[in-house]
């Protein structure tokens, strides 16, 4: 099993703690990473994007001129593509953007994602933030003595403490166990956990 020093808010180092094997020291295959977040960002999409078609076009469907005799191009009526106010051809129209992943391959990859923080050494324990108020100079006191930045959180407090604390605070994201997910563990640099979130985290993904 990895071991993690766990910090305090002055950012001293108070005891240790034993990361499960199983979790986070899963072999990383960048192409299941991949195709995960790939899913995770186009599932953002709306997707409402539509523009109307000659069919739908409000126009009177008579023809314009006799189809010979007049040296014009043959023409049909004023909702063809051709025509200004005509309707569009080949347009966008409503879909569905999402991309079905398995559930154990989304299971892999978030452990996936928590193994390369302790590849290269940027997931850190804190046993609390010990943050009495709403606060942001509290909070960012407690950053500059953890000296990080680019810093996803993961904290399983039902208080909205931290979370208002830290919410003006650029490249600080703060989220529970229910919302960790792959995209965020790979977009900021750095991973903090609350120490109570890790026996969570790994009931989750055992």
Do not use: W
């Not at 079905?100 to 302790?118: C, D, E, G, N, Q």
């Amino acid at each position: 099993m990895a071991t993690v020093d766990v910090l305090n808010s002055a950012g001293k180092k108070v005891s240790e703690t034993q990361l499960s094997e199983e979790i986070f020291n899963t072999p990383i295959k960048k192409s299941v990473l991949h195709e995960v977040v790939r899913s995770q960002l186009v599932a953002k999409r709306e997707g409402t994007a539509a523009c109307k078609t000659r069919g739908m076009v409000r126009g009177s469907t008579r023809k314009l001129f006799r189809q010979k005799g007049t040296g014009n191009a043959r023409a049909g009526s004023v909702k063809s593509p051709l025509r200004k106010g005509g309707g569009v051809i080949f347009g966008p129209s409503p879909r569905s953007y999402a991309i079905k992943v398995p559930k154990k391959v989304r299971k892999l990859a978030l452990k996936m994602a928590l193994s390369s923080k302790v590849e290269d050494n940027t997931i850190y324990i804190i046993d609390d933030f010990n943050l009495e108020t709403i606060k942001t100079r509290e909070f960012v006191n407690v950053l500059n003595a953890l000296d990080l930045s680019d810093l996803l959180i993961v904290s399983d407090a039902e208080e909205a403490t931290l979370l208002l604390s830290s919410r003006n605070i650029p490249d600080v994201k703060v989220i529970k166990t229910e919302g960790l997910n792959v995209y965020d563990i790979l977009k900021f640099k750095n991973l903090l956990l609350v120490e109570s979130t890790i026996k969570n985290i790994e009931g989750r993904l055992s």
